[in-house]
């Protein structure tokens, strides 16, 4: 495979500045993998000399490099690695593979599990590795890429940062959403993650519950079950920093102290006011939901603080 790395570069060099009136060049820069060609895009500093670099790994859903998706438009990986590029750390953020599958892929967006997404991952690693350019290499999973972060970053990775990551398994935080918003399902919720975490397919149940479980899905769902992130950290032997928003709706504090608890080589910082997509949030439900389809908002300086202290405190 390392042989067969090969580099496509189109690039398009742009110049930002910070406070600390530090440069950074923007490349387009696509990896092969066993599965798909991923491609993303690298921050580095024109400054002479070798940075650590942050590998951004992206959440659940088609989600591209910037953090959007069909249904939200936030920038909030595009902002983070910005910000971070200007503190002299070189970034790079890539598209969900599946958004590269066209609509005649259908059997293999179907075929997708969970441990694609994980080697996919580790392709990208190794060809940083490969490169020889970086001081040091950290991987940065948000959300659901926070388990495929962790699980890439062991004996790779010289850093892991989890960012708003669950603590616990999909089947577990599906039956707590789905006990919350339709507590009439739970107990049929409960049964049928129990057979999916068996490996066995279910052919029958309630039609509410289609989105969830609907045949094209529970693969993957089989594929992700397996996988419980506080086992999957604890293996890790590389200091962590576990990062979550008091204004998370979508992962709770528990999730990170959960990690963090697992986790003998971790620090927790949970960021007062910052939601699920690194945006603050000062109001209610209704200003945090607004911010997931607001592009210009930028994501909190004390996010890319601690990080920035994180990744140039590594020895």
């Known amino acids: 495979m390392k042989s067969k790395i090969c580099l496509f570069l189109i690039i398009f060099i742009s110049t930002f500045t910070n406070a ?9 820069l696509d990896i092969p993998t066993n599965s798909i060609t991923i491609n993303g895009t690298l921050l580095t500093s024109t400054l002479q ?5 942050v590998i951004l790994i992206p959440g659940s859903g088609p989600t591209d490099r910037n953090g959007n998706s069909a249904m939200a438009k936030n920038n909030s990986l595009k902002f983070l690695a910005e910000v971070l590029a200007g503190e002299n750390i070189a970034t790079y953020r890539f598209d969900k593979s599946v958004l590269s599958y066209s609509k005649d892929d259908k059997k ?23 490169s020889y350019n970086y001081s040091k290499i950290i991987i940065a999973g948000h959300s659901q890429g926070s388990l495929v972060g962790m699980i890439a970053a062991k004996n790779k990775a010289d850093g892991f940062i989890s960012l708003e990551g669950a603590g616990r398994s999909i089947d577990e935080i599906l039956i707590e959403q789905i006990g919350l918003q339709a507590p009439f399902l739970k107990d049929e919720t409960k049964s049928i993650l129990a057979e999916l975490k068996q490996g066995n397919t279910v052919d029958e149940f309630n039609p509410m519950l289609i989105s969830l479980f609907n045949k094209q899905v529970q ?6 079950i397996k996988y419980n992130p506080q086992f999957e950290i604890s293996k890790l032997k590389v200091p962590i920093l ?10 709770k504090n528990l999730d990170a102290e959960l990690l963090h608890n697992t986790a003998i080589n971790s620090q927790l910082e949970i960021i007062e006011n910052m939601n699920h997509i690194f945006k603050e949030i000062k109001g209610d439900l209704t200003e945090n939901m607004q911010s997931y389809n607001n592009p210009k908002l930028p994501v909190m300086k004390e996010l890319a603080n601690r990080i920035t202290n994180f990744v140039k405190d590594l020895k």
């Open 219 to 224: 693969p993957f769902l089989i594929s992700w």
């Open 49 to 53: 000399e070798k940075t650590p670099l």
């Open 108 to 130: 293999k967006i179907d075929s997708l599990t969970f441990e694609v997404f994980i080697e996919e991952a580790q392709s990208v690693v190794d060809f940083f590795i490969n």
């Open 242 to 251: 576990i990062i979550n928003g008091s204004k998370d709706i979508q992962t």
């Open 20 to 28: 600390q009136e530090i440069k950074f060049s923007e490349v387009e």
